[in-house]
């Protein structure tokens, strides 16, 4: 039987969900468009966010067992939008927390976005477009957008966390320890 990990990249005008099987290499990718052009504003909006990720989270939960959601973490430098972040990072987790009850405690994990650029470039720097194209180079999956490109990480990042065997590369197994909590390592390449 198959079993899924999820990646989640959300910000203020959409999420981008990837589910994927590591026991075939496949993925399947959703962006939505929460816009308050599309999606209203206000409670509006955040109870139509709810809605489309809680239905959304059950279509995967029926396809298979679910290992380990990764999704990003806050960005806390950031400037802009930083109260209607909060109030979908929120929304997200209850989604998360209502759907998924028994992974709460340990296999929903935030991953900070130095982190997530890591996993993948073997830096915490890397620019949207480096992420596109270090995500193609290493794994051959063409994202539909930098959104989908970072929830594509994130669901690998899920992925190895129930691995099995040690991935290829050192900087992966830090990230990996510093989701786990069982290591202290800079998500900048630097430890």
């Known amino acids: 039987?198959?079993?899924y990990s999820i990646g989640i990249d959300q910000s203020y005008s959409g999420c981008a969900i990837v589910h994927y099987n590591a026991a075939d290499h496949s993925a399947a990718e959703k962006?939505?468009?929460?816009?308050?052009?599309?999606?209203g504003s206000g409670l509006a909006r955040?109870?139509?966010v709810y809605r489309t990720l809680r239905e959304h989270f059950a279509l995967i939960e029926q396809l298979g067992p679910?290992?380990?959601?990764?999704?990003?973490?806050y960005?806390?430098?950031?400037?802009f939008k930083r109260e209607e972040m909060g109030e979908l990072g929120g929304i997200l987790k209850l989604a998360l927390a209502t759907q998924f009850?028994?992974?709460?405690a340990r296999r929903i994990h935030a991953v900070a976005p130095p982190t997530v650029k890591k996993f993948v470039t073997g830096s915490g720097r890397a620019d949207k477009d480096k992420m596109l194209l270090a995500v193609y180079k290493r794994w051959e999956h063409e994202?539909?957008?930098?959104?989908?490109?970072d929830a594509y990480v994130l669901a690998r990042i899920a992925a190895d966390l129930d691995a099995?065997?040690?991935?290829?590369?050192?900087?992966?197994q830090e990230v990996l320890d510093t989701v786990r909590g069982t290591k202290k390592s800079s998500p900048t390449g630097t430890s």
């Open 164 to 172: 099995e065997t040690l991935p290829e590369l050192k900087f992966q």
């Open 143 to 149: 994202a539909s957008s930098h959104d989908a490109a």
């Open 1 to 3: 039987m198959a079993r």
């Open 31 to 39: 962006v939505y468009d929460f816009s308050p052009k599309l999606a």
């Open 101 to 104: 009850p028994a992974h709460v």
């Open 75 to 79: 960005a806390y430098g950031a400037k």
């Open 46 to 48: 955040l109870a139509h």
């Open 66 to 73: 679910i290992t380990h959601v990764c999704y990003e973490g």
